[in-house]
């Protein structure tokens, strides 16, 4: 489905150490493993995921710099495809070699000089080596040896297969170095040998979910403001569970929908962050404690064991139905007063269980306290300001549509690369609603620029808030300015509420006209691969085209900008700030990668 005729970067870009894989003549045969857990992760039971090298035994991650004095339960995670047994194999560092016990094993296994204390952080079976295992702070080259034989990755033919050392730099406290998967254009990670994996590092105990698919059923699409009783009545719905995640909560109507489910006997679990940008305001507080005293579990996620700079993800499991947004827990989101954003309701129990999976699996870290715990001895601020209270039309009305298939994405574990992959198969069309965009390199936008130079036929529109407008209209003149010296079918404008809607918050994307990505992704590094974030990927021309005509409707209204050129921005004018707001402005900027 083609497009119709109608017609700042927020830089937050995580340094990160890169692998270095050196080059060394085969010796042993080769195999290509499928992605399974690593350290203290949680696991997904998806359709495996090619990784790396075909049967050879490798190296899969590495947790060179405990948080303990002495740097106590170092280990090394390393792979055997086959049964195998370790004691031909050794673990060299170009200082020191340690050799691996005299056991048998297949699959994962971790090694350690300190067994019992590796055994706390990671789910791998442990074995204990003898001597000094001790992986350098600063970085190093680790290699598993088979002989004097550094073991071997490959491509997809044996007879051409190369050996591989792992090389990390730098290495961050309590945080593990771990092979990933990696698109075409994840810049922080550096590709293996096969041209497909990468490594990242990553907290210990952070998930690893996989892309869980499901297959046909339907869903409630609809945007907001226009809509703001379908994610309330869904609450109201419920009659077993809700399990509740968000970043920010300030909405009362929401927290009247919840305290009525438990006086029905439903179960009902809340997860907030415990730091959003700008701190958790006092009515926010009351909100949370009215919950807490009407028997709602309220746990707020953070501090010095979190594994995610922020729980940025927004979403609610009620029953076997599952209520994905790009939206907060507060008036000017779900309440409908402000945002123009996308939500989805779908029904399938599969996308239910998995984001019950992944709110069990952040509300029962042990970064997660009870809020009777966390606000004990604490005062709050008020709230900057009165809350939004505008009020919009249904000009979108909610429509129950036929998805033929759906994803959940997860952050930081599978979307960025999952996205990637989905952009880079556009045939015709791709649309995206951003607030704003993190650098002219980042993936995703690449990913776009690339489709365009397929031909297929782009539109970006980000919002025009005061707190982005600038980079917005850099951003927009750079992506016009590319498309008229390659002669590519790609747009951007600056989007213009005209009444419609207060700002642009949605984080949306619709590809061919069947396929549309809704959730709180924001298309920047920090929440791709340092928040929590969720997403799902509705598939089929009716879920498709429900937020493509919607998306259009906006393009529509952002025709002219103000600017007399059809919504591309002159060649250095730039759109003027408000004055006096230097100060907010680079608060805002934080917000965006942050909070929206």
Do not use: C
Not at 259 to 265: D, E, K, L, Q
Not at 337 to 354: C, D, F, K, P, Q
Not at 479 to 497: H, I, K, S, V, Y
């Amino acid at each position: 489905m083609s497009l119709s005729t109608d017609s700042a970067p927020i830089l937050v870009a995580a340094v990160l150490s890169a692998v270095v894989l050196v080059v060394i003549p085969p010796a042993i045969a080769v195999n290509t493993p499928a992605e399974t857990a690593l350290v203290g992760e949680t696991t997904a039971n998806d359709a495996p995921v090619d990784i790396g090298p075909a049967d050879s035994p490798e190296i899969v991650a590495l947790y060179p710099n405990p948080v303990a004095d002495g740097d106590t339960g170092e280990f090394v995670v390393v792979r055997f495809s086959e049964r195998s047994n370790l004691s031909n194999w050794s673990l060299a560092d170009g200082e020191t070699t340690v050799s691996l016990p005299n056991a048998t094993v297949s699959g994962r296994v971790a090694v350690s000089a300190v067994p019992q204390t590796a055994r706390n952080l990671t789910d791998a079976r442990v074995l204990a080596v003898a001597g000094s295992l001790s992986l350098a702070n600063g970085g190093e080259t680790v290699r598993l040896v088979w002989d004097g034989t550094a073991a071997r990755t490959s491509r997809t033919d044996v007879n051409d297969s190369l050996a591989a050392t792992v090389t990390y730099e730098d290495a961050p406290e309590g945080e593990r170095f771990r092979r990933v998967r990696s698109g075409d254009d994840l810049t922080v990670e550096t590709k293996g040998s096969a041209g497909t994996a990468g490594w990242r590092w990553t907290p210990l105990g952070a998930t690893d979910f996989g892309v869980a698919r499901t297959g046909p059923t339907d869903a409630r699409a609809f945007v907001l403001p226009d809509s703001p009783a379908v994610p309330i009545e869904t609450l109201r719905r419920a009659d077993r569970r809700i399990l509740l995640a968000g970043y920010t909560f300030a909405s009362e109507r929401v927290a009247d929908a919840l305290a009525s489910a438990t006086r029905r006997g439903v179960e009902v679990r809340v997860l907030v962050d415990d730091s959003p940008v700008g701190g958790l305001s006092r009515r926010s507080a009351e909100l949370l404690d009215s919950l807490a005293a009407r028997g709602v579990e309220v746990r707020v996620l953070g501090g010095p064991r979190a594994r995610y700079d922020f729980h940025h993800a927004k979403y609610a499991v009620a029953d076997d139905r599952a209520l994905v947004l790009t939206e907060n827990w507060k008036p000017s989101g779900t309440g409908g007063h402000s945002n123009r954003g996308w939500g989805a309701v779908v029904r399938s129990e599969a996308v239910a269980s998995r984001l019950a999976d992944v709110f069990r699996a952040d509300a029962g870290w042990r970064g997660a306290t009870p809020w009777s715990e966390f606000r004990r001895g604490r005062s709050f601020d008020p709230a900057d300001g009165a809350p939004a209270n505008d009020t919009y039309s249904e000009a979108v009305a909610p429509d129950r549509v036929n998805v033929s298939s759906s994803g959940v994405l997860i952050a930081p574990d599978n979307a960025e690369a999952s996205l990637v992959s989905t952009l880079d198969a556009a045939d015709e069309s791709i649309r995206v609603q951003q607030v704003a965009i993190g650098g002219r390199k980042h993936s995703l936008l690449r990913a776009t620029v690339r489709a365009a130079r397929r031909g297929v036929e782009v539109r970006v529109l980000l919002s025009s808030a005061w707190y982005v407008e600038e980079d917005n209209r850099k951003l927009v003149e750079w992506l016009n300015r590319r498309a008229e010296a390659e002669g590519l079918p790609l747009e951007a404008r600056m989007a213009d509420p005209r009444g419609r809607y207060g700002k642009i918050h949605a984080k949306g994307v619709v590809v061919d006209g069947d396929a549309a990505v809704v959730g709180s992704l924001n298309w920047n590094n920090h929440s791709a691969r340092a928040n929590r974030e969720v997403a799902v990927v509705l598939r089929g021309e009716e879920a498709g085209g429900f937020y493509a005509r919607a998306f259009d409707a906006d393009w529509r209204a952002s025709a002219n900008d103000g600017f007399g050129s059809g919504g591309r921005v002159p060649v250095g004018l730039l759109g003027a700030v408000a004055v006096g707001a230097l100060v907010a402005l680079l608060y805002a900027k934080r917000e965006v990668v942050f909070e929206n």
